[in-house]
C-alpha cells in the first residue's frame, strides 16, 4: 500500500542522492496529496505550490552538481503559528486576517538553510489555545484516520496532514501539549524538547512552558529533523549550544523504565491502556526493565496552574488588547478568555511552585530510585468530536467520571511545568474508534537521548504499525 506518497524524508534523501527519484516529480505527487485531502481533512491554512516547485528546482540543480544540503528537496509541513516571510500568519483568527510575516521564525531559517522545502501552512485553532483544531477562519480540520473525531491541537493540522500523506516532516509548538496531542491522536512522532534546545520566535524568549519541535511519522526522521533545528539563531538569546543527537541506538539491556498509565485517574479508556503496556511489554522484549510507580497526580490542579501561568504570561494582556467590536469575530473558546482576562488576575508564580513540587515527586519516585526514564499515555481518550467545544459543552463524561472538556482530558499539561523535562510522543497503536492513540516517554532535564533512545527501540520493537502497514483511508 505505501507509495512514494507515504516514504519517509531519510528514505527520500536516499533516493534522491541515488537518482532513483527526482525531487520534481516526488514534489507533484506531494501536491496532489495536499489538494486532495482538503475536501475532506480540511487542515490547510494555505498551499503555496509554486514556491515549493521553484525550490524543488533547486533541489533538482544541487543534486546534479554535488551541492546537496542536509534535508535537501525534503517537503515540510509547516504550522500557521510558525512565520514564514511573505506567508498570511492571523493566528486563525478573523481579527487579524490580513496579518502577514516579515521575517522567518528562527526554525523555517534552519529548515531552508538544510535544504527543505516548505509549502503547506497547515491549520491550528485561533491563538492556538485549544486541545481540538477548529476555527471561524479555517472550519474544522477533520483526523485522517477516522474523521468524525478530533486530531487534537494546537498542532493539529500539522498531525492531520502527516498522516494524510501531505509531507514526511511538520513543524509544531506546545505550551500544554499541542505538539504531543495532536502526533498521539493522529499516529505520528512529535517531540516536546526542553526549553532552550530549540530557538524560538523574537519576543517569546520568557514563554518558558511553550516551545517548538518536530513531527514527523517515522522514529529516524524525528532525529534527523531535530538535528536540522537545534542549536542558536541570531535572533535568539536563549538557545542552548548545538548537541547533535545520535542517528544510531542500542538496546535497552540493563535500562530501567518507570511507568504510570494515567498518574491514577480512574477514567483512562481500557483500549489506550491495552495499547500502552503492548508497547511497555515490546520495551521489555529490547532488554529494559519497566516497573510501575505511584505517581498520584491532582491533574486539575496541574492544568488550572498552567493555565494561568500563560494567561499571566501572554494572553490576557492580548485579550484585553482586542477592541469590542473585534471580539464578535472570536470563537467561543477565545471569546471566553477574552472575559476571564477581565475577572481576574492570575499570577505565573504558582507555576513555578507546582513545577518544583512535580520534580520533586518525580525525583522521589522516579530519578533517585535508578529509573532513566518515565512513561504515560498521552490522553485519557480518543473519543472527541472534531469540533468539540469546551464551551458549550464544559465537561466530558469518561467511563463514568466528569472531566473538565478544556484539558480534563490530557495527561500532557504537567511536563510543561517540568519545562526542562524532555518529551518525546510516541504512536501505540489504533483505539476500539479506529482513532490513533500515543504515549509520552519523558527523561530527567535536559536528558535529550534518552527519550530518543527508548524510542528508537519502541520503534524497533513494532508494536505500533501505525505507518509501516497500517495507514488512513481517505475519503
Known amino acids: 500500500m505505501q507509495d512514494t506518497t507515504y516514504l519517509s524524508a531519510t528514505d527520500l534523501l536516499t533516493r534522491f542522492r541515488d537518482g532513483s527519484l527526482d525531487p520534481v516529480d516526488y514534489f507533484e505527487v506531494l501536491a496532489v496529496a495536499a489538494e486532495r485531502q482538503q475536501?475532506?481533512?480540511?487542515?490547510?491554512?494555505?498551499?503555496?505550490?509554486?514556491?515549493?516547485?521553484?525550490?524543488a528546482h533547486e533541489s533538482r540543480r544541487r543534486y546534479a552538481e554535488?551541492?546537496?544540503?542536509?534535508?535537501?528537496?525534503?517537503?515540510?509541513?509547516?504550522?500557521?503559528?510558525?512565520?514564514?516571510k511573505g506567508w498570511p500568519c492571523p493566528q486563525a483568527s478573523l481579527v487579524f486576517k490580513d496579518n502577514v510575516a516579515v521575517e522567518n521564525?528562527?526554525?523555517?531559517?534552519?529548515?531552508?538553510?538544510?535544504?527543505?522545502?516548505?509549502?503547506?501552512?497547515?491549520?491550528?485553532?485561533?491563538?492556538?489555545?485549544?486541545?481540538?483544531?477548529?476555527?471561524?477562519?479555517?472550519?474544522?480540520?477533520?483526523?485522517?484516520?477516522?474523521?468524525?473525531?478530533?486530531?487534537?491541537?494546537?498542532?493539529?493540522?500539522?498531525?492531520?496532514?502527516?498522516?494524510?500523506?501531505?509531507?514526511?516532516?511538520?513543524?509544531g509548538s506546545d505550551?500544554?501539549?499541542?505538539?504531543?496531542?495532536?502526533?498521539?491522536?493522529?499516529?505520528?512522532?512529535?517531540?516536546?524538547?526542553?526549553?532552550?534546545?530549540?530557538?524560538?520566535?523574537?519576543?517569546?524568549?520568557?514563554?518558558?512552558?511553550?516551545?517548538?519541535?518536530?513531527?514527523?511519522?517515522?522514529?529516524?526522521?524525528l532525529v534527523?529533523?531535530?538535528?536540522?533545528?537545534g542549536g542558536p539563531h541570531p535572533t535568539s538569546f536563549t538557545t542552548l549550544p548545538y548537541t547533535e543527537l545520535p542517528t544510531e541506538y542500542g538496546d535497552l539491556s540493563g535500562m530501567r523504565i518507570a511507568y504510570s498509565p494515567a498518574f491514577g485517574h480512574p477514567a483512562l479508556a481500557r483500549d489506550i491502556e491495552r495499547n500502552l503496556l503492548q508497547a511497555l511489554d515490546g520495551l521489555r522484549q529490547r532488554g529494559a526493565i519497566v516497573e510501575e510507580v505511584a505517581l498520584r497526580w491532582d491533574l486539575d490542579e496541574i492544568n488550572m496552574v498552567l493555565l494561568d501561568g500563560l494567561r499571566a504570561m501572554y494572553a490576557d494582556e492580548f485579550m484585553t488588547d482586542i477592541s469590542d467590536a473585534d471580539a464578535e469575530k472570536l470563537c467561543s473558546?477565545?471569546?471566553?478568555?477574552?472575559?476571564?482576562?477581565s475577572e481576574d488576575q492570575p499570577s505565573i508564580m504558582p507555576s513555578a511552585v507546582l513545577g518544583q513540587k512535580l520534580h520533586r515527586d518525580m525525583q522521589e519516585k522516579v530519578w533517585s530510585k535508578g529509573y532513566t526514564a518515565f512513561i504515560c499515555a498521552?490522553?485519557?481518550?480518543?473519543?472527541?468530536?472534531?469540533?468539540?467545544?469546551?464551551?458549550?459543552?464544559?465537561?466530558?463524561?469518561?467511563?463514568?467520571?466528569?472531566?473538565?472538556?478544556?484539558?480534563?482530558?490530557?495527561?500532557?499539561?504537567?511536563?510543561?511545568?517540568?519545562?526542562?523535562?524532555p518529551v518525546l510522543a510516541a504512536p501505540t497503536g489504533l483505539s476500539e474508534l479506529g482513532v490513533p492513540?500515543?504515549?509520552q516517554i519523558v527523561a530527567n532535564a535536559y536528558d535529550d537521548e534518552t527519550v530518543f533512545r527508548v524510542a528508537s527501540n519502541h520503534a524497533r520493537a513494532g508494536t505500533s504499525r501505525l505507518f509501516v502497514d497500517q495507514f488512513p483511508v481517505l475519503g
Open 39 to 55: 475536501a475532506t481533512i480540511n487542515c490547510a491554512a494555505g498551499l503555496f505550490l509554486e514556491q515549493g516547485r521553484n525550490m
Open 437 to 439: 492513540t500515543g504515549m
Open 66 to 84: 554535488g551541492t546537496a544540503r542536509p534535508l535537501e528537496g525534503v517537503p515540510v509541513i509547516i504550522k500557521e503559528e510558525t512565520s514564514v
Open 224 to 229: 534527523l529533523m531535530q538535528n536540522a533545528l
Open 378 to 421: 498521552s490522553m485519557l481518550t480518543t473519543d472527541l468530536a472534531a469540533d468539540q467545544d469546551p464551551v458549550a459543552q464544559p465537561f466530558l463524561e469518561l467511563g463514568g467520571h466528569k472531566v473538565d472538556a478544556n484539558l480534563g482530558w490530557c495527561l500532557t499539561p504537567a511536563f510543561n511545568l517540568l519545562n526542562r523535562y
Open 175 to 221: 505550551m500544554a501539549g499541542s505538539i504531543r496531542l495532536p502526533a498521539s491522536l493522529c499516529g505520528v512522532y512529535g517531540y516536546k524538547p526542553p526549553s532552550g534546545r530549540l530557538p524560538c520566535a523574537p519576543g517569546s524568549e520568557y514563554m518558558t512552558q511553550a516551545v517548538v519541535g518536530p513531527m514527523t511519522r517515522s522514529f529516524d526522521d
Open 105 to 171: 521564525h528562527p526554525i523555517v531559517d534552519k529548515l531552508l538553510n538544510a535544504g527543505a522545502i516548505p509549502f503547506f501552512q497547515a491549520t491550528n485553532p485561533e491563538f492556538c489555545v485549544l486541545g481540538h483544531t477548529w476555527s471561524k477562519m479555517y472550519g474544522v480540520t477533520r483526523n485522517p484516520w477516522a474523521q468524525a473525531y478530533s486530531v487534537g491541537g494546537s498542532s493539529g493540522g500539522s498531525g492531520a496532514a502527516l498522516a494524510a500523506g501531505v509531507a514526511p516532516l511538520a513543524t
Open 333 to 341: 473558546y477565545t471569546a471566553h478568555m477574552r472575559q476571564q482576562a
